[in-house]
């Protein structure tokens, strides 16, 4: 794709709140706008100095206050920057714990932030907290939530550059979409979406997009496409996911494995699910929402929050 142009935004599905609404990027950057408002000032001051308007000296005065102003600036920003950052890491650290209150607790952090940096000049920072936010909508089973602030991101333009420090985020932001029109079954915005997320993707790292792959592939009936995908992939899904989404992809290889041979023995369907022993109850539900078939399929086998015996078992 060529990244001049912006990514496919449905603004028919921007949320109504603002604080989720990420300002978009301008030309100039706001960094270099209170330099320029700076260098204005001492300069007018030094005009007014050389017409004996001003004291001599004054320009000097001037020059010095405008440098601590600076510094104050920078140290004001950096300070409440540190401390959203280490907020942002303690509520991804909840999220992707498994357990059903952090990840809410999670949900309320994000919150905070993206009304607390919501028109700051931290505009890419907010940004991301809105993507996060996103993110957690969408393991909360709410797809459609999480699709609206993905297309207010997206509409921010913050990601499609390098030169913001956002740009390596963009393949991450793409799956996360493309997984919510898959989980709904709008496979041909999926893999709209899909397709755009392989091409910003390095090569090294097309296997953290194995999951989304397999719920399209599935849902498509490609079950031994899935399956070999997943089969192919297996170490290098391992060392690129998080645990969770690596149990999800094994989860779903052996629906594509069940779907491919319903006669599966219960011998081969316990190998199938290897791996997965380990699980929080309801941590598959959320790719199950509009898909029936897959919902039975968890329950058959207790993964469910509602079939689930224990959390651990």
Same mark, same amino acid.
């Given at each position: 794709?060529?990244?001049?142009?912006?990514?496919?935004?449905?603004?028919?599905?921007?949320?109504?709140?603002?604080?989720?609404?990420?300002?978009?990027?301008?030309?100039?950057?706001?960094?270099?706008?209170?330099? =320029?408002?700076? &260098?204005?000032?001492?300069?007018?001051?030094?005009?007014?100095?050389?017409?004996?308007?001003?004291?001599?000296?004054?320009?000097?005065?001037?020059?010095?206050?405008?440098?601590?102003?600076? !510094?104050?600036?920078? !140290?004001?920003?950096?300070?409440?920057?540190?401390?959203?950052?280490?907020?942002?890491?303690?509520?991804?650290?909840?999220?992707?714990?498994?357990?059903?209150?952090?990840?809410?607790?999670?949900?309320? !952090?994000?919150?905070?932030?993206?009304?607390?940096?919501?028109?700051?000049?931290?505009?890419?920072?907010?940004?991301?907290? =809105?993507?996060?936010?996103?993110? !957690?909508?969408?393991?909360?089973?709410?797809?459609?939530?999480?699709?609206?602030?993905?297309?207010?991101?997206?509409?921010?333009?913050?990601?499609?550059?390098?030169?913001?420090?956002?740009?390596?985020?963009?393949?991450?932001?793409?799956?996360?979409?493309?997984?919510?029109?898959?989980?709904?079954?709008?496979?041909?915005?999926?893999?709209?979406?899909?397709?755009? &997320?392989?091409?910003?993707?390095?090569?090294?790292?097309?296997?953290?997009?194995?999951?989304?792959?397999?719920?399209?592939?599935?849902?498509?009936?490609?079950?031994? =496409?899935?399956?070999?995908?997943?089969?192919?992939?297996?170490?290098?899904?391992?060392?690129?996911?998080?645990?969770?989404?690596?149990?999800?992809?094994?989860?779903?290889?052996?629906?594509?494995?069940?779907?491919?041979?319903?006669?599966?023995?219960?011998?081969?369907?316990?190998?199938?699910?290897?791996?997965?022993?380990?699980?929080?109850?309801?941590?598959?539900?959320?790719?199950?929402?509009?898909?029936?078939?897959?919902?039975?399929?968890?329950?058959?086998?207790?993964?469910?929050?509602?079939?689930?015996?224990?959390?651990?078992?």
């Amino acid at each position: 794709m060529n990244m001049n142009e912006p990514i496919p935004v449905d603004e028919r599905l921007l949320p109504p709140e603002g604080i989720f609404q990420p300002a978009p990027r301008r030309l100039l950057n706001l960094n270099y706008a209170w330099l =320029v408002i700076f &260098a204005l000032s001492w300069a007018f001051v030094s005009f007014l100095e050389n017409r004996w308007l001003m004291p001599a000296g004054a320009s000097n005065w001037c020059l010095g206050g405008l440098v601590g102003a600076l !510094i104050l600036l920078l !140290i004001s920003r950096t300070r409440r920057t540190r401390t959203w950052t280490n907020r942002a890491r303690e509520a991804i650290v909840k999220l992707h714990s498994g357990d059903f209150e952090d990840a809410q607790a999670a949900g309320k !952090i994000f919150d905070e932030l993206c009304r607390e940096s919501y028109g700051t000049p931290m505009r890419h920072m907010h940004a991301g907290f =809105v993507y996060n936010r996103a993110v !957690i909508y969408l393991y909360a089973g709410n797809p459609d939530r999480a699709l609206a602030l993905n297309m207010a991101v997206f509409k921010s333009r913050w990601f499609e550059e390098q030169r913001y420090g956002m740009f390596h985020y963009l393949p991450e932001i793409l799956e996360n979409t493309a997984r919510c029109y898959a989980i709904k079954g709008a496979l041909e915005k999926a893999e709209e979406y899909q397709l755009i &997320a392989h091409d910003v993707t390095e090569p090294e790292r097309e296997a953290r997009l194995v999951l989304l792959d397999l719920v399209i592939a599935i849902r498509r009936g490609r079950y031994d =496409v899935a399956i070999k995908d997943a089969d192919a992939r297996r170490e290098e899904i391992e060392k690129l996911m998080s645990p969770a989404d690596v149990k999800s992809v094994r989860v779903l290889r052996a629906f594509a494995l069940k779907l491919q041979k319903p006669d599966l023995s219960e011998a081969e369907m316990t190998e199938a699910l290897e791996g997965t022993k380990f699980f929080t109850e309801g941590q598959f539900d959320y790719l199950a929402v509009s898909w029936p078939e897959f919902r039975e399929f968890l329950a058959a086998h207790r993964f469910t929050a509602t079939t689930a015996a224990l959390p651990n078992a």
